[in-house]
């Protein structure tokens, strides 16, 4: 609901931007007086503001400025937001919540309404004053910003506001706190190791992230006192307290990444040198390595400005990248580059450049454009899979093949007539710092057989010395006798996590035992990692303990002769699932997705002939929403986050 609201105030302000801009067609000089003008009965507060600093020009140029650009931003107003503010602020102060308060929360976003006050029109001059006075106080005292020129102090440390979070005379309040904590903590003049104490400083004061609320920016008053929130409010709050003692950054931003099909912000500090270094003070700090890199693909990178880009919108296709409010600066995050096509068809609506999204098909990331017959892009990131798409009509529509920029080769998918037989076995990246390490955890587990509950004189039935490929594995053994009592044993320094174990007689028929039991306790009270669940017959759930060299008992009434044992490690559940529908389809430029026939799994893999030089889409019918497309490479797999 937040997000259709937001669409029709985004309709008012294009309508107003188009009024401004005409209006402004006889030169910038004019922009100051439109400003004044549009302020109405507000005027007397801003011009309040630019007698105070007719003296002093530079204080007036940077009033100016902030005027100029006040009329593209408003404080979004919701009671409903309120109260799930002062909900969430409960949450921080006890570090947890119940499923009873997080539904009461859901409930108030369900009802949000929303009002709008302009800043233009509601702005006091005493506000504005003390802003630009302290702004100026710790531009000019801090001493790693003596060679920071006015116009990145203008977007790094003066603004009043970031987007549309309540209005506030936030300022002193944050220096108040902060600025003593820095002096005490750091005296030298490097701007990057400032930050970095400062970070560290932060992540102590904690930050409790929390998903389940999407509601307006909270505002510098909230965010003094409760740290919680998605990453929007965590680089937020350092925007706040990094500007308030003088040190510059900004925030960055891709709208969709090309693996997790999702948005992301981090925030950018200003070296000394004019180079933007990335942190977030609850994961990585500053660093001017130049191959520093938080591994995360991006696609495209963008930062918020406090000036707005008026000339920028160019299509009635609204999506972050094409918002006055940001800039591209993809070229300082992977260089800059430029990718050529020959194109010679006739396209109506603008260009752009999208990555697949499972949910929505693809989704714009930048823009292009046609030149003299050729398909234009700039500034992209390397080994990523792209598709050039138009909005014509009101829609999205591919135009050309997805192609990859390789850094000195450019690879275009254009599906070949020749076709392969390929073997499926994931819908999606097996992540070694998720999946692929729940999957280590089974290295060198032993499972032995006994007549008593001691295991003294047992038999080892099995070791795992090295991973085998599959998720569902499938162990033959051969006991010299029936046994009562099994173990599954870890090593000494690993943790017992793991989805599925189940024993077999020769028939094949499957070993139920009298009692499980384990010498782990499981990582938390919570169904989620329950000893149950290691036999449930349900791969998703798992049972977990972060106790080292623990192990599974297993204990029949009658002594069984164990044929083979079935193991399925902690997963995502992303494998090819026995009884799922999937559906295979491969990308024909700009004819779309084709599919190439849907199957009901047997087994834990998938035969497909496919076209060679294609890109691939996997789709579960049955369950779940996590699928990245794929390229075939010496008949294997390769998802985009395999891409290096």
């Known amino acids: 609901y937040y997000k259709v609201k937001q669409a029709k105030y985004f309709y008012s302000i294009v309508i107003f931007s188009l009024i401004f801009l005409i209006s402004c067609s006889s030169g910038d000089k004019y922009k100051l007086e439109k400003a004044l003008r549009l302020a109405g009965e507000n005027r007397a507060e801003l011009e309040k503001v630019l007698e105070h600093y007719k003296s002093d020009s530079l204080k007036y140029k940077s009033a100016v400025f902030l005027i100029e650009n006040m009329p593209y931003y408003a404080s979004t107003i919701s009671s409903e937001a309120d109260s799930i503010k002062t909900l969430m602020s409960q949450f921080f102060n006890k570090w947890d919540y119940t499923e009873q308060e997080r539904q009461k929360g859901l409930e108030w976003q369900k009802q949000m309404r929303f009002t709008k006050k302009e800043d233009i029109k509601e702005i006091k001059a005493e506000m504005l004053i003390e802003n630009i006075d302290l702004a100026f106080k710790v ?28 209005l506030s005379s936030w300022r002193k309040k944050y220096y108040e706190k902060y600025n003593p904590i820095l002096d005490s903590l750091y005296k030298g003049t490097d701007v990057v190791e400032a930050c970095n104490i400062l970070s560290d400083y932060i992540k102590q004061e904690k930050f409790f992230f929390i998903n389940d609320f999407v509601i307006p920016r909270q505002g510098a008053e909230f965010q003094l006192n409760n740290r919680i929130g998605v990453c929007r409010d965590a680089c937020d709050a350092t925007i706040y307290i990094m500007r308030s003692v003088g040190i510059p950054v900004a925030v960055d931003s891709y709208p969709c990444s090309p693996e997790y099909h999702s948005g992301h912000q981090w925030n950018v500090v200003r070296d000394t040198t004019g180079r933007f270094l990335p942190f977030l003070f609850d994961e990585f700090r500053a660093n001017r390595d130049k191959n520093f890199t938080d591994k995360l693909k991006k696609g495209k990178v963008y930062r918020m400005m406090y000036e707005v880009n008026l000339l920028k919108r160019t299509s009635n296709l609204h999506f972050p990248p094409n918002s006055f409010y940001l800039k591209d600066v993809t070229n300082q995050y992977f260089g800059e580059n430029e990718i050529v096509f020959p194109f010679e068809k006739s396209v109506e609506g603008d260009i752009f450049l999208g990555v697949f999204t499972a949910r929505n098909g693809w989704f714009p990331i930048g823009e292009g454009k046609i030149v003299n017959n050729k398909l234009i892009f700039e500034n992209i990131e390397p080994f990523v899979i792209y598709q050039p798409l138009a909005f014509s009509k009101g829609k999205l529509i591919p135009i050309y093949y997805p192609f990859m920029y390789e850094n000195d080769n450019t ?19 097996l992540r070694k710092e998720n999946t692929g390490k729940f999957k280590t955890w089974l290295k060198e587990i032993q499972i032995k057989g006994a007549d008593n509950k001691h295991f003294s004189h047992s038999e080892l039935l099995y070791k795992m010395n090295e991973l085998p490929p599959e998720n569902v594995i499938y162990v033959n053994v051969n006991p010299k006798k029936e046994y009562s009592y099994f173990q599954y044993e870890v090593q000494k320094d690993s943790v017992l996590s793991i989805a599925e174990i189940h024993f ?75 009884g799922d529908v999937y559906e295979l389809f491969y990308n024909n430029g700009d004819k779309g997705w084709i599919s190439l026939g849907k199957q009901k799994a047997t087994k834990d893999i998938l035969y497909y002939n496919v076209p060679k030089n294609t890109v691939l889409w996997l789709k579960n019918h049955t369950r779940g929403v996590e699928e990245q497309i794929f390229f075939m490479k010496d008949h294997k797999q390769v998802f985009i986050s395999d891409l290096k």
């Not at 006015?150 to 003066?158: T, V």
């Not at 070949?416 to 990246?429: A, G």
């Not at 349900?538 to 079935?566: L, Y």
Request: hydrophobic share 30%; net charge neutral; glycine share 2%.
């Open 139 to 166: 531009w000019r005292e801090k001493p790693w910003n003596k060679n920071l020129s006015f116009e990145d102090f203008c977007e790094l440390i003066l603004p009043y506001r970031i987007k549309e979070e309540p």
């Open 411 to 429: 690879v275009i998918f254009s599906p070949q007539k020749e076709t392969e037989s390929v073997v499926l076995t994931r819908k999606y990246p």
């Open 504 to 578: 077999f007689k020769e028939d094949n028929k499957e070993i139920f035992f009298d009692t499980i039991y384990s010498n782990g306790k499981p990582w938390k009270d919570i169904d989620m990692y329950q000893l149950k669940n290691c036999n449930d017959n349900d791969p998703v759930s798992f049972f977990h303990t972060w106790e080292k060299g623990t192990s599974i008992f297993f204990v029949a009434r009658t002594p069984q002769k164990v044929n083979k044992i079935k193991l399925i490690p902690r997963n995502d559940d992303n494998f090819i699932r026995e």
